[in-house]
């Protein structure tokens, strides 16, 4: 069925860049006859995934959305994708992003912009906005993504799915495609706080693979969930972020946060509003910090390892070959990113701007746990805007950086953060996300609340 709606729809929107038809439908018969015979896998057995394209899918391609990585077919599975195959899930194929991760529209593809299913003249967000369309449009039940400064719960928000970050460490990097390690974080989309939760629970938990995975038990996630769905926040202290929950909203998108909170009291919980100053400095912090780790990261796509290469015909040195490369491989986001990362880890300007953005970054941090002692959870809302129309912003990069305003601070700091839709915006009729934000290793805190309010 998800095949045929992919035939019926994806020529319109975009979403996948792979569709892997024939291995889906032997997945899916394998694990119909597990079922037959009483052997379950797990609560996913024979569930369809889409997986964003810059995780890598063994004998599969992984683009990342860049020429540079053109029909490349990694060696191996991502820790995640294992884990998906293990527990018997299907893999239909690889979906859209910004190129490498890189945007917050999706139309920073070299394969094409996605279109969003609630008007095809609209952005569906990004970067993850191949898995986030696909999953909104009934392409996929659940999805993958990867959300470096809300690169999940943004294009959650615009389709009006749900879209999970985790907390940094307890969902494996391993086999992602780095853009920025210290912020990347692989997550789940679902249609339902519980679908989340459950391909969360799949992925998730430590992996010796990825030096920074957290030996820690997965919190408690599937069971949040239905703890949740009870409908009683009874005790619950829910802080309402001042500095994201303002007059830089747009007035539908204000309106439905504000109902949300409503609602959020209703089932009883404790509403109080929080101060997180420092939140102001995270865009420009993210803009140095995720740039700088992007223009390290991306320096192995040399020519000589991976993908594609350019002037290897005996005229060009090695270096000449190199720069061919990158220069045709590479679109102009990523061309930005890595110039403006060069430059901000440069001997001349470290200190003023690497090193400050680091410094507001624990700044962040600091705020975060002063406000996570008077609350249990935070919210805002996830994005300040709704779904704009495919172009509006491809000229003005700053105004495109801006709308991660509220998404960043959760990645500098490496606590979980979801996006939960909250009903549609009363000036365009398009949907609205609430961004609930928990402590470090407490996801199930967020999950509670979301199934709460859903
Ligand atoms: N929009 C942000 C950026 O462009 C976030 C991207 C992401 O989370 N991968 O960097």
């Not at 859209?96 to 609630?118: I, T």
């Amino acid at each position: 069925a998800h095949l045929d709606r992919i035939e019926a729809v994806d020529a319109t929107l975009n979403a996948f860049l792979h569709v892997d038809r024939d291995a889906a439908l032997a997945a899916a018969a394998a694990a119909d006859d597990e079922i037959a015979a009483g052997t379950v896998r797990g609560p996913l057995a024979g569930v369809p995934v889409a997986i964003k394209d810059n995780i890598a899918t063994r004998d599969l391609p992984t683009s990342c959305a860049s020429r540079i990585l053109e029909g490349w077919r990694p060696p191996y599975d991502a820790t995640v994708v294992r884990r998906l195959r293990d527990a018997g899930l299907v893999p239909l194929g690889k979906t859209n992003l910004d190129e490498f991760a890189m945007g917050g529209s999706n139309e920073n593809s070299a394969f094409g912009p996605v279109r969003n299913p609630w008007d095809a003249s609209r952005v569906p967000g990004g970067s993850s906005g191949g898995s986030a369309a696909a999953t909104a449009a009934g392409e996929a039940p659940l999805a993958l993504g990867s959300d470096t400064g809300g690169s999940i719960r943004q294009p959650g928000a615009f389709t009006g799915i749900v879209g999970v970050k985790p907390t940094y460490g307890t969902v494996s990097r391993y086999g992602l495609v780095a853009f920025s390690s210290s912020l990347d974080q692989i997550g789940s989309f679902g249609r339902s706080v519980l679908d989340a939760a459950l391909l969360h629970e799949v992925i998730g938990g430590h992996d010796p693979n990825d030096q920074t995975s957290i030996d820690a038990p997965l919190p408690p996630v599937v069971e949040a969930a239905y703890a949740g769905a009870r409908g009683d926040l009874a005790g619950v202290r829910v802080g309402v972020v001042r500095e994201l929950s303002g007059e830089g909203n747009q007035p539908g998108v204000l309106a439905a946060f504000t109902d949300a909170v409503r609602v959020l009291t209703d089932l009883g919980a404790d509403v109080v509003e929080v101060d997180c100053p420092s939140f102001t400095y995270a865009v420009p912090a993210y803009y140095l910090i995720a740039p700088s780790e992007a223009s390290s990261n991306l320096a192995r796509f040399d020519a000589m390892r991976y993908g594609l290469r350019v002037g290897d015909d005996g005229s060009h040195s090695t270096d000449e070959v190199m720069s061919l490369t990158r220069e045709a491989g590479f679109g102009p986001e990523v061309k930005r990113r890595i110039m403006i990362g060069t430059h901000a880890l440069s001997a001349g300007a470290y200190d003023a701007l690497y090193g400050r953005a680091q410094k507001a970054r624990t700044l962040i941090v600091r705020d975060f746990a002063a406000a996570f002692e008077q609350c249990d959870v935070l919210v805002s809302p996830t994005v300040p805007v709704t779904a704009f129309p495919i172009g509006e912003r491809v000229d003005d990069p700053v105004a495109m950086y801006l709308a991660d305003l509220c998404t960043v601070p959760t990645n500098l700091a490496g606590n979980a953060a979801l996006s939960v839709p909250c009903g549609v915006s009363a000036d365009d009729g398009l949907p609205v996300g609430l961004q609930i934000m928990a402590p470090a290793l407490a996801d199930d805190r967020a999950y509670r609340v979301a199934a709460a309010y859903e």
